[in-house]
């Protein structure tokens, strides 16, 4: 399975400000996924992140506040633009494995907004 | 549309007992179907899958699934639970390219 290391594993930010997530991969991955998982939620698919085009959004995404980058094929990172106490959640790289798709996980980086 | 549904917040279990933790499913087709465990302040793990074949499907931790086309369920289940089974699961489906997941179920495993 891959390694995945995101960093910063948490931190506390201020409101409106902008914070950039780090997800590193140890092998190629042609796809990334970001998610956000709310305080006691469920996952939620943020965005798909393709080496070489512009990442694709979810329903109640935009790129202006979650803007991603993806410059190689084992790289990504995800910026939260813009901070509110709403935006406080783990965010979750992961990329697929095989060829049925199952997933696997970064530990998640942590974002408390005050 | 909800792919995956979790119709349980809380399960509590005793040490040593049989537990298990309920999927139910939506979509239409050969569903691929997973568990994932989640431990405090850790990502996600992968537990098991399903895609084809035998519909008793055996993961890590000692952990097994039983997939069940007619009842359109995918419960998590396990012979004899540990207090460190005690964590958040989710079940999640393949839909449309992405992985979908269910709300989570918090196991809690009393010695």
């Known amino acids: 399975s891959a390694v995945i290391s995101q960093k910063p594993s948490r931190d506390i930010c201020q409101r409106g400000t902008s914070l950039t997530i780090q997800c590193q991969v140890d092998?190629?991955?042609?796809?990334m996924f970001w998610y956000r998982q709310q305080p006691g939620q469920s996952l939620t698919l943020i965005a798909t992140?393709?080496?070489?085009?512009?990442?694709?959004?979810e329903s109640g995404f935009v790129i202006d506040k979650f803007p991603i980058s993806r410059p190689n094929l084992t790289f990504s990172t995800l910026t939260v633009s813009n901070m509110s106490p709403e935006d406080s959640s783990i965010y979750l790289c992961?990329?697929?494995?095989?060829?049925?798709?199952?997933?696997?996980f970064g530990e998640g980086s942590r974002l408390t907004v005050l | 549309a909800q792919s995956v549904a979790q119709p349980e917040d809380q399960v509590n279990v005793a040490e040593g007992n049989p537990l298990t933790v309920k999927c139910t499913y939506s979509?239409?087709?050969?569903?691929?179907l997973f568990w994932y465990v989640q431990y405090p302040n850790r990502g996600l793990q992968f537990l098991l899958k399903?895609?084809?074949?035998?519909?008793l499907v055996k993961g890590s931790y000692g952990f097994e699934a039983e997939f069940n086309k007619s009842q359109t369920s995918f419960h998590l289940k396990k012979p004899s639970a540990l207090v460190s089974d005690s964590a958040l699961y989710f079940c999640?489906?393949?839909?449309?390219?992405?992985?979908?997941f269910g709300a989570g179920t918090r196991l809690t495993v009393k010695p």
């Open positions: 992961s990329v697929p494995q095989g060829d049925t798709g199952e997933l696997f």
């Open positions: 092998s190629q991955v042609t796809m």
């Open positions: 992140a393709n080496q070489g085009s512009e990442a694709t959004y």
């Open positions: 979509v239409s087709g050969n569903p691929y």
């Open positions: 399903y895609i084809t074949g035998d519909n």
């Open positions: 999640a489906v393949i839909r449309g390219g992405d992985m979908r």
